[in-house]
């Protein structure tokens, strides 16, 4: 992953992080990767932590491989410890950011499954579980729009939102196994089609 300049974090700085990502914890309805917008303001922009290029590829990278998608926080954190030029500063970093996200939705978690089973008949429990699938598809929808927008030009990437919204339609009106659809996409960008 492309480096960005050295960084000189302190101690208020890396106590920064671990308390953002655990506020981010208590806001993954949906996974991890429904905080993606706003891990994108605070790490690149508000901060310039990170780059574009180095966020996008930490998503990109984590997605990718096998395993549970949520590594993508880890790999943040050791990226925001890379370009301080050490790699302690990486294993800390991705540290922070695993137990700031991990420990309170974790604990969260547990401690509400058990009082939702418990009372699972009454009608707010219900309510609430509908109520959070629209927030979940808007953080997801907001997701896709940050990974899309630091692509470029869509006039210029027409082919790629071509395959995607292709993708949608497919997705959405057949029982396709996606597998089907990563080997598709993964020969269109062989190819150079998108």
């Given amino acids: 992953m492309t480096g960005a300049a050295t ?3 302190g101690w208020s700085e890396w106590l920064q992080l671990f308390t953002h990502y655990m ?3 208590l806001m993954a309805f949906g996974g991890a990767i ?3 917008p706003d891990m ?3 790490l690149v922009d508000q901060n310039g932590w990170l780059s574009d290029r180095q ?3 930490s998503i990109a990278l ?3 491989a096998p395993g549970p998608n949520v590594l993508f926080v880890a790999l943040m954190g050791w990226n925001v410890g890379l ?3 050490s790699l302690m500063y990486a294993v800390l970093g991705l540290l922070l950011t695993m137990v700031g996200l991990m420990l309170p ?3 969260l978690t547990y401690m509400t499954a058990r009082w939702s089973h418990e009372n699972r008949n009454r009608r707010t429990v219900r309510a609430f579980k509908q109520g959070m699938a629209p927030i979940v598809v808007a953080l997801l929808i907001a997701t896709g729009w940050i990974l899309a927008s630091a692509h470029g030009n869509p006039a210029q990437d027409w082919p790629l939102w071509l395959t995607t919204c292709i993708a949608t339609l497919i997705v959405w009106r057949t029982q396709l196994h996606l597998l089907w659809l990563l080997a598709a996409g993964a020969a269109l960008g062989w190819f150079g089609l998108v």
């Fill in 23 to 25: 506020t981010l914890s």
């Fill in 83 to 85: 370009n301080t030029g």
């Fill in 62 to 64: 984590a997605q990718s």
């Fill in 34 to 36: 429904s905080t993606a």
């Fill in 7 to 9: 960084l000189q974090l």
């Fill in 105 to 107: 939705s974790s604990t």
């Fill in 55 to 57: 966020f996008n590829e």
């Fill in 40 to 42: 994108h303001r605070f």
